[in-house]
């Protein structure tokens, strides 16, 4: 458990934050002999990577709001000897489609000659499939090389272009609009889809897109582990963070939660944080270091900084547990193994430009894409010994291009409506109606929840429900972002949440970052909020 009081004294390192960036960053410092007070305003450390029983009565232990593991160094784990495992799914995704009036689909994974297979299936040849290990080849080069740079000193441009070693691969991710590339090296438009996903997940974007904001938001999800694998936290996401606090308070940092900072003041040398309890009462502790382990948004409002640009979210999440897998169209495939990788809804190419279209008008999306896995296939310990004996399941779904702006007018209203028209989607592809398969709660009430970015905002602080809490940059040094992209205008300000350069998903790499700069004992001032 945390402390529920500020012991009095100056520290070596105030974090504004408890979740697993501010852990990771506490438990380097305390570990280094600094010591370090977390001050967190939720009653329980691990912000949005956590583990929660969300329906009454059920013992379901889900990741609520982040889902799955890829951009956290395996560095981090062993440097802090953390008691965190992680599963490797045996199937990267299926997709289903309708094609000449018969249930389909592509399933990769399960070895090379079973996803070729699978490809032949789908397009009759293996020309996608030959396109796809080209491609895939390509950015697992890329992955090779930058992946070991995020918990290094920021390279400049140049620098990463010359460690990429590979013109094409810098030209095709770095310089050009993905859609370029998808269009050229794929034809069908079902295979076009499934490799566009990884540049729109958060990122509210098209294909060709001129900032490119999907091409970064795709270099994030293929680059993680040096592979590009997302891998199944044993015991949910709280797993991590709980490791992460034990090994931080084991090291001596004082861990808060309750406690909200409101103000930070700063004279580059010394800072002194004031703080708010859920009770009312003030009170300011000094730091010579102070980290926040919030959004950019955030750093502005406790320093007086001028306020970064706008953050918009454009995800629905949606946490289920089922009695049991639903049926699909497709006989071919084993519910087991679709659900089991990422099980692609409304994500051809050509839907998820029309999504796109739709919502940029100011209309939520009439076919409402969405990915969905099964985590409690890969790990079932996150289901009670009764559920699991039973053969309930949980499905995780992540419905993209569903930007903040669309619910600003009632947000409760087309919550609902994005709910029905994601789920309707889903079952065109199922033998039974998923809601057939819903567990109940203690109430009756069927076991599924939904967040949209206005919930996951007030629910977490995401600004505009943003998961990455603003554009995800690219992870190179660029004017004002300082030796390790974690620097402020304040010499002894950091920033060490996911707005970090190099941040975004449960990586730990900004904590990790922010805690080398204050261990380097350089002082820096730069662009930042």
């Given at each position: 458990m945390s402390a529920h009081a500020v012991q009095?004294?100056?520290?070596?390192?105030?974090?504004?934050?408890?979740?697993?960036?501010?852990?990771?960053?506490?438990?380097?410092?305390?570990?280094?002999?600094?010591?370090?007070?977390?001050?967190?305003?939720?009653?329980?450390?691990?912000?949005?990577?956590?583990?929660?029983?969300?329906?009454?009565?059920?013992?379901?232990?889900?990741?609520?709001?982040?889902?799955?593991?890829?951009?956290?160094?395996?560095?981090?784990?062993?440097?802090?000897?953390?008691?965190?495992?992680?599963?490797?799914r045996t199937i990267s995704s299926y997709t289903p489609v309708q094609r000449d009036g018969r249930a389909t689909g592509l399933l990769v994974g399960g070895g090379p000659e079973r996803t070729r297979a699978a490809f032949a299936r789908l397009t009759g040849s293996d020309r996608e499939w030959q396109s796809w290990q080209r491609f895939y080849g390509m950015t697992g080069r890329v992955a090779r090389r930058v992946f070991p740079t995020l918990t290094e000193p920021l390279p400049t441009r140049e620098e990463l272009r010359r460690?990429?070693?590979?013109?094409?691969?810098?030209?095709?991710?770095?310089?050009?609009?993905?859609?370029?590339?998808?269009?050229?090296?794929?034809?069908?438009?079902?295979?076009?889809?499934?490799?566009?996903?990884?540049?729109?997940?958060g990122t509210f974007a098209g294909a060709h897109d001129v900032s490119l904001a999907q091409n970064r938001c795709f270099l994030y999800h293929v680059i993680g582990g040096g592979t590009g694998a997302w891998d199944v936290p044993v015991g949910g996401m709280g797993a991590l963070t709980d490791a992460l606090a034990d090994t931080a308070r084991a090291a001596g940092a004082h861990l808060v939660t309750g406690h909200e900072a409101v103000r930070v003041a700063s004279d580059g040398r010394r800072a002194e944080v004031t703080y708010r309890t859920r009770g009312g009462e003030e009170g300011t502790v000094g730091a010579r270091h102070v980290l926040v382990n919030a959004s950019p948004q955030a750093l502005a409002a406790l320093t007086a900084g001028a306020p970064p640009e706008p953050a918009e979210g454009a995800q629905l999440k949606v946490n289920m547990l089922l009695t049991r897998l639903p049926r699909l169209r497709d006989g071919a495939v084993d519910p087991r193994e679709a659900f089991a990788g990422t099980f692609h809804v409304a994500e051809g190419?050509?839907?998820?430009?029309?999504?796109?279209?739709?919502?940029?008008?100011?209309?939520?999306?009439?076919?409402?894409?969405?990915?969905?896995?099964?985590?409690?296939?890969?790990?079932?310990?996150?289901?009670?010994?009764?559920?699991?004996?039973?053969?309930?399941?949980?499905?995780?779904?992540?419905g993209l291009h569903t930007p903040a702006r669309l619910f600003v007018r009632d947000n409760d209203a087309l919550r609902e409506e994005l709910l029905r028209s994601t789920l309707a989607q889903l079952d065109a592809h199922l033998a039974e109606p998923l809601a057939d398969?819903?567990?109940?709660?203690?109430?009756?009430?069927?076991?599924?929840?939904?967040?949209?970015?206005?919930?996951?905002?007030?629910d977490l602080g995401l600004p505009g429900g943003?998961?990455?809490?603003?554009?995800?940059?690219?992870?190179?040094?660029?004017?004002?972002?300082?030796?390790?992209?974690v620097e402020t205008r304040h010499a002894n300000v950091l920033l060490c949440g996911a707005g970090a350069v190099r941040g975004g998903g449960v990586s730990g790499v900004p904590g990790h970052n922010a805690a080398m700069a204050v261990l380097e004992g350089r002082g820096w001032a730069g662009q930042g909020g």
């Open positions: 009095a004294g100056e520290y070596d390192a105030v974090i504004v934050g408890g979740g697993h960036n501010g852990l990771v960053a506490a438990a380097y410092l305390a570990r280094a002999g600094r010591s370090v007070l977390v001050l967190e305003r939720l009653d329980h450390t691990g912000g949005a990577a956590v583990s929660t029983r969300p329906f009454a009565g059920v013992d379901a232990r889900l990741s609520r709001y982040s889902y799955l593991v890829s951009l956290l160094p395996r560095k981090i784990v062993q440097d802090l000897g953390l008691d965190f495992r992680l599963r490797t460690r990429i070693d590979d013109e094409d691969a810098w030209r095709t991710l770095f310089e050009e609009p993905i859609g370029v590339a998808v269009e050229d090296r794929f034809a069908d438009d079902l295979v076009r889809g499934v490799v566009l996903t990884d540049a729109l997940i190419y050509e839907q998820l430009a029309a999504a796109h279209a739709q919502a940029a008008a100011g209309e939520p999306p009439a076919a409402p894409p969405s990915e969905i896995y099964c985590h409690s296939l890969t790990d079932p310990t996150i289901l009670g010994p009764d559920l699991a004996d039973r053969g309930h399941q949980t499905l995780t779904l992540f398969c819903l567990a109940t709660d203690a109430d009756g009430r069927p076991c599924i929840e939904a967040r949209t970015p206005l919930d996951l905002e007030r943003n998961i990455f809490h603003r554009a995800l940059s690219w992870p190179y040094a660029q004017e004002g972002t300082g030796r390790w992209g």
